[in-house]
């Protein structure tokens, strides 16, 4: 069982940075791919952004792409989602994802999900 742990979610005005982390269990790290999802309230949770067990391939939800940017440091089984340029728009419950293949990166397929953190962009 892996278990993911999110954090670095808060409240940002619109423009602002802010940078998730996702902390995982799982020695054998590099053999996952990792990506982010969000939640809006009232909304289902839509695809963010993933990055193959490597590092070297990532792809983004157009919404995000240019502003946002994953990455991941396996020697310390953690994954990145450096997010700029902020907008409301962009509030949401992050989630963290694991899933042993790259795609499809989508919500019924992901083998292990963290809690969330919460990001708030003010306008």
């Known amino acids: 069982q892996v278990q993911l742990v999110e954090s670095g979610g808060g409240l940002v005005e619109a423009g602002g940075s802010l940078r998730l982390s996702c902390a995982a269990s799982e020695r054998s790290f590099g053999n996952y791919a990792m990506g982010w999802f969000r939640q809006a309230p009232g909304r289902e949770r839509e695809f963010v952004a993933v990055?193959?067990?490597?590092?070297?391939?990532?792809y983004y939800a157009d919404s995000v792409k240019g502003r946002f940017t994953i990455s991941r440091d396996n020697a310390k089984s953690t994954v990145y989602l450096q997010m700029n340029s902020l907008k409301p728009e962009d509030t949401a419950v992050y989630y963290c994802?694991?899933?042993?293949?790259?795609?499809?990166?989508?919500?019924?397929?992901?083998?292990?999900w963290g809690k969330g953190t919460l990001v708030t962009v003010s306008s």
């Open positions: 994802a694991a899933d042993r293949f790259y795609a499809p990166f989508i919500p019924s397929e992901m083998d292990y």
């Open positions: 990055c193959s067990g490597s590092g070297t391939s990532t």
